[in-house]
T-cell receptor, first 111, second 113 residues
Framework: DQQVKQNSPSLSVQEGRISILNCDYT??????FLWYKKYPAEGPTFLIS?????DKNEDGRFTVFLNKSAKHLSLHIVPSQPGDSAVYFC??????????FGAGTILRVKS | DVKVTQSSRYLVKRTGEKVFLECVQD?????MFWYRQDPGLGLRLIYF???????EKGDIPEGYSVSREKKERFSLILESASTNQTSMYLC????????????FGSGTRLTVV
């Protein structure tokens, strides 16, 4: 049973526009959420995180939104750049336990 | 620059071979993890370790074992490689069991023929 779901396997966006990647979770005990970015033949790298006490966290072009009542989080990238093309993984943990990852979304930014 | 190093980027092994995947971290992290990444399935946890000589099964431990004789090194062992173990293998570490964010290695692409 997948506790973290990324229902869109892929997303294609024009350069300069907004990319929105979505993630849903089922475990109400999750209190810490992260996004990782992965290029081919490389390991995932940490992008941005959010604690359940917040509903928004921003870092440059990247913003993560958390809607606890809907058990939903999203990553916004504005403006999107070709170098953002990668696989994005959503991850969550409950009270510091090990991370649970989603299946990933492939983002393609077209120039 | 702190890092997690996986000894091989690409490996090709034959069915039935015993395969060792090595991972070393230089951050003095207590916790280390082995994942495999497959399209559509994301990152699935195979084994993890929160201390030297300690190991815990993850979600998909069947067909694998691990060894952690030193704090900085965590080895994944495929006892008898099979074609369904063809995958990208990722090692990760973090400082505390309860702190969340992981540092990943670059991965090992294993093909079993």
């Amino acid at each position: 049973d997948q506790q973290v779901k990324q229902n869109s396997p892929s997303l294609s966006v024009q350069e300069g526009r907004i990319s929105i990647l979505n993630c849903d979770y089922t475990n109400s005990m999750f209190d810490y959420f992260l996004w990782y970015k992965k290029y081919p033949a490389e390991g995932p790298t940490f992008l941005i995180s959010i604690s359940s006490i917040k509903d928004k966290n921003e870092d440059g072009r990247f913003t993560v939104f958390l809607n606890k009542s809907a058990k939903h989080l999203s990553l916004h990238i504005v403006p999107s750049q070709p170098g953002d093309s990668a696989v994005y993984f959503c991850a969550a943990s409950a009270k510091g336990d090990k991370l649970v990852f989603g299946a990933g979304t492939i983002l393609r930014v077209k120039s | 620059d702190v890092k997690v190093t996986q000894s091989s980027r690409y490996l090709v092994k034959r069915t039935g071979e015993k395969v060792f995947l090595e991972c070393v971290q230089d951050m003095d992290h207590e916790n280390m993890f082995w994942y495999r990444q497959d399209p559509g399935l994301g990152l699935r946890l195979i084994y993890f370790s929160y201390d030297v000589k300690m190991k815990e099964k993850g979600d998909i431990p069947e067909g694998y074992s691990v060894s952690r004789e030193k704090k900085e090194r965590f080895s994944l062992i495929l006892e008898s490689a099979s074609t369904n173990q063809t995958s990208m293998y990722l090692c990760a570490s973090n400082f505390e069991y309860r702190s969340g964010g992981y540092t990943f290695g670059s991965g090992t692409r294993l093909t079993v023929v």
